[in-house]
């Protein structure tokens, strides 16, 4: 493995290099926009923050294109902190090293940032070039996309001027995104009965882990695992069969990502501990055999821990369990309009104790047609109240809805034909992207999204491909050059 000083485009990379020994956790962005506007005061380029906190960059023209329309490049400048649970990292402190592993980079143990770190080096590749030429440009570096969309959310009309907006969010190389699914969080919490342990028992933590997670919009389809639903399975059964009593489950982590770990501590008596052991080994053999193609590194084990003073009351653990075995998970509906396309999904995201008597319960929905994004959000909400959990939503987003006579899209496809010998594929996308809340603000808005591949976003695999990444700036700099 290496570092990135030998990759091409090296302004890019160089810049991407500076922006991974930033840290830039969603909420938590004040060090990445101080390196943003301390760079834009460096190029001698205007620079203004809003309300919120989003960065907006100008540049003008090069000399000749000054008539051509003013674009709007547009990233985020957060991240999603993933990091397996053997890996010692402080998001709010360390510097991500990112390495060249093969045809890919990545980083050790933790998400890389290439979502979106990537479309912000490109960004400042472009702003500090003396050579490419362009019309005017306005790079908008939007906060907190990860976690609530909120620095899209409080867009203030009049902050930019351009028509034309290039999302640069996109994972995927060959493909050009016109529109994305909209999506909502439903939340629960529910009231868990705690009672002395009883006497005899021996304690278990049991542990699923090493599944690979992803996006739950891009990777919600690819028949990956959800930790939290494998564990809920075995805990059912275990139950029913050597009552065994529950003392906690945690479980997932980011309401966008999927599951890829979770834990309980239950408590059996000592006569049945062997026989819970057995059954446990018979359960993870046939979930690794159910998963062999999508999840190879799956493992669900076991140890010894301190037997707690208390254990859910057999009423609560029923409850919990009963809750997180019915709730919808994974794809609900294929579209109808784009072929082979997620319509509408939910997503299991998280259980966490919130204190030592509330579990709350996270999920997210998403879907390209409004009224199904809240038929699935509702289908959530049934299960929780039937459970007699407390539920809220939040706000929600819109979808962006595709409009396939985009001049920007005509300019972006002929580029890729021209620069690459073939026809990228137009279509929409599961995840989703700020593009829908910025056409509320700025209705006349004409969009694109491109991107390098990268894969295992929002999860510790996350990786970005080597050579995409100059098809991804090569056809940048070439749309800039022929929009007229």
């Given at each position: 493995?290496?570092?990135?000083?030998?990759?091409?485009?090296?302004?890019?990379?160089?810049?991407?290099?500076?922006?991974?020994?930033?840290?830039?956790?969603?909420?938590?962005?004040?060090?990445?926009?101080?390196?943003?506007?301390?760079?834009?005061?460096?190029?001698?380029?205007?620079?203004?923050?809003?309300?919120?906190?989003?960065?907006?960059?100008?540049?003008?023209?090069?000399?000749?294109?000054?008539?051509?329309?003013?674009?709007?490049?547009?990233?985020?400048?957060?991240?999603?902190?993933?990091?397996?649970?053997?890996?010692?990292?402080?998001?709010?402190?360390?510097?991500?090293?990112?390495?060249?592993?093969?045809?890919?980079?990545?980083?050790?143990?933790?998400?890389?940032?290439?979502?979106?770190?990537?479309?912000?080096?490109?960004?400042?590749?472009?702003?500090?070039?003396?050579?490419?030429?362009?019309?005017?440009?306005?790079?908008?570096?939007?906060?907190?996309?990860?976690?609530?969309?909120?620095?899209?959310?409080?867009?203030?009309?009049?902050?930019?001027?351009?028509?034309?907006?290039?999302?640069?969010?996109?994972?995927?190389?060959?493909?050009?995104?016109?529109?994305?699914?909209?999506?909502?969080?439903?939340?629960?919490t529910l009231s868990i009965e705690k009672e002395k342990t009883p006497g005899k028992s021996f304690a278990l933590k049991i542990?699923?882990?090493?599944?690979?997670?992803?996006?739950?919009?891009?990777?919600?389809?690819?028949?990956?695992?959800?930790?939290?639903?494998?564990?809920?399975?075995?805990?059912?059964?275990?139950?029913?069969?050597?009552?065994?009593?529950?003392?906690?489950?945690?479980?997932?982590?980011?309401?966008?990502?999927?599951?890829?770990?979770?834990?309980?501590?239950?408590?059996?008596?000592?006569?049945?501990?062997?026989?819970?052991?057995?059954?446990?080994?018979?359960?993870?053999?046939?979930?690794?055999?159910?998963?062999?193609?999508?999840?190879?590194?799956?493992?669900?084990?076991?140890?010894?821990?301190?037997?707690?003073?208390?254990?859910?009351?057999?009423?609560?653990?029923?409850?919990?369990?009963?809750?997180?075995?019915?709730?919808?998970?994974?794809?609900?509906?294929?579209?109808?309009?784009?072929?082979?396309?997620?319509?509408?999904?939910?997503?299991?995201?998280?259980?966490?104790?919130?204190?030592?008597?509330?579990?709350?319960?996270?999920?997210?929905?998403?879907?390209?047609?409004?009224?199904?994004?809240?038929?699935?959000?509702?289908?959530?909400?049934?299960?929780?109240?039937?459970?007699?959990?407390?539920?809220?939503?939040?706000?929600?987003?819109?979808?962006?809805?595709?409009?396939?006579?985009?001049?920007?899209?005509?300019?972006?496809?002929?580029?890729?034909?021209?620069?690459?010998?073939?026809?990228?594929?137009?279509?929409?996308?599961?995840?989703?992207?700020e593009c829908g809340l910025f056409l509320e603000k700025y209705p006349e808005l004409d969009m694109v999204s491109i991107g390098?591949?990268?894969?295992?976003?929002?999860?510790?695999?996350?990786?970005?491909?080597?050579?995409?990444?100059?098809?991804?700036?090569?056809?940048?700099?070439?749309?800039?050059?022929?929009?007229?």
């Open positions: 493995m290496k570092k990135l000083e030998n990759l091409h485009p090296q302004p890019v990379w160089n810049y991407f290099e500076a922006i991974c020994q930033v840290p830039r956790p969603s909420k938590k962005e004040e060090k990445i926009r101080a390196f943003l506007l301390d760079f834009a005061q460096k190029q001698g380029l205007e620079a203004q923050t809003d309300t919120i906190g989003n960065v907006l960059i100008r540049k003008p023209a090069t000399p000749g294109k000054e008539q051509v329309p003013t674009v709007i490049l547009q990233a985020h400048m957060d991240m999603v902190c993933e990091k397996n649970s053997d890996t010692i990292f402080n998001f709010d402190t360390d510097a991500i090293v990112p390495v060249v592993d093969g045809e890919w980079v990545k980083a050790q143990g933790t998400t890389l940032g290439a979502d979106d770190g990537i479309g912000i080096a490109a960004q400042m590749a472009l702003l500090s070039s003396t050579t490419i030429s362009h019309g005017p440009l306005e790079c908008l570096i939007t906060v907190d996309e990860e976690t609530g969309l909120s620095g899209a959310f409080a867009l203030e009309p009049g902050f930019l001027t351009g028509k034309i907006l290039i999302n640069l969010d996109s994972e995927d190389d060959g493909e050009l995104f016109i529109g994305c699914a909209g999506g909502i969080d439903t939340l629960g542990l699923v882990k090493g599944l690979r997670g992803g996006h739950s919009g891009d990777d919600i389809h690819k028949g990956r695992g959800n930790a939290i639903k494998i564990l809920t399975r075995f805990l059912w059964q275990a139950i029913r069969k050597y009552g065994v009593r529950l003392t906690d489950f945690e479980g997932g982590n980011l309401r966008n990502a999927i599951a890829r770990e979770a834990s309980a501590t239950v408590i059996v008596p000592h006569v049945q501990k062997e026989q819970l052991v057995a059954e446990l080994n018979m359960f993870s053999a046939d979930v690794e055999f159910e998963f062999e193609r999508t999840e190879p590194n799956l493992v669900v084990d076991h140890n010894s821990t301190i037997v707690p003073e208390q254990v859910f009351t057999q009423a609560s653990q029923e409850n919990l369990l009963s809750l997180l075995y019915a709730c919808p998970h994974g794809v609900l509906e294929m579209s109808t309009r784009m072929k082979d396309m997620v319509e509408t999904s939910t997503n299991l995201a998280s259980v966490k104790l919130v204190d030592s008597n509330q579990v709350l319960i996270t999920t997210s929905q998403r879907s390209e047609i409004e009224s199904r994004k809240y038929y699935a959000s509702e289908m959530v909400r049934s299960v929780f109240e039937l459970a007699g959990a407390q539920v809220k939503n939040s706000d929600g987003y819109p979808g962006w809805t595709p409009n396939p006579s985009s001049k920007i899209l005509k300019v972006a496809v002929d580029s890729y034909v021209k620069l690459f010998g073939e026809k990228p594929v137009v279509r929409s996308i599961h995840a989703g992207l390098p591949t990268i894969l295992g976003a929002h999860s510790p695999d996350e990786r970005i491909n080597i050579h995409t990444v100059t098809k991804f700036w090569d056809h940048l700099v070439d749309i800039l050059e022929n929009i007229s």
